[in-house]
């Protein structure tokens, strides 16, 4: 059983394991485009690099391959995205938090922004 963060903070409690949210909780972009991997370090394998964090990034693309079929045979969704994909997804997430800090919402149910 995880907790992220503790249950005392008024979060969920996750019921698996290590491996389990790992996979969950991350994702790998540009698999299998040796350019990508060379730019970022290897760091486009983010979940091979969490769960072998000192295995040496040259090994990312054969153990993702094997952490590929892992959680096929075992019902896990490995979450792997294009860079284009993985690109515009980041770009979408940092406009979010730039957005003003919604400080109330009215009885409308509509937030307002702050001043």
Same mark, same amino acid.
């Not at 903070?9 to 790992?22: E, I, K, N, S, V």
């Not at 972009?29 to 991997?37: A, D, E, M, S």
């Not at 079929?69 to 979408?92: M, N, P």
């Given at each position: 059983? #995880?907790?992220?963060?503790?249950?005392?903070?008024?979060?969920?409690? *996750?019921?698996?394991?290590?491996?389990?949210? @790992?996979?969950?909780?991350?994702?790998?972009?540009?698999?299998?485009?040796?350019?990508?991997?060379?730019?970022?370090?290897?760091?486009?394998?983010?979940?091979?690099?969490?769960?072998?964090?000192?295995?040496?990034?040259?090994?990312? +693309?054969?153990? !993702?391959?094997? *952490?590929?079929?892992?959680?096929?045979?075992?019902?896990?969704?490995?979450?792997? @995205?294009?860079?284009?994909?993985?690109?515009?997804?980041?770009?979408?997430?940092?406009?979010? *938090?730039?957005? +003003?800090? *919604?400080?109330? #919402?009215?009885? !409308?149910?509509?937030?307002?922004?702050?001043?």
């Amino acid at each position: 059983m #995880v907790q992220v963060p503790p249950a005392s903070q008024g979060r969920a409690t *996750l019921p698996m394991g290590f491996l389990d949210l @790992q996979v969950a909780t991350t994702a790998d972009f540009g698999r299998g485009n040796p350019f990508v991997t060379f730019l970022v370090g290897g760091l486009n394998y983010q979940t091979v690099h969490h769960l072998s964090p000192k295995v040496t990034h040259i090994h990312y +693309p054969a153990l !993702s391959r094997e *952490l590929d079929a892992f959680c096929k045979e075992h019902g896990l969704e490995y979450r792997v @995205q294009g860079t284009w994909s993985a690109i515009a997804s980041h770009d979408r997430h940092l406009r979010k *938090l730039g957005r +003003p800090v *919604l400080e109330d #919402v009215g009885a !409308s149910g509509l937030a307002t922004s702050a001043a």
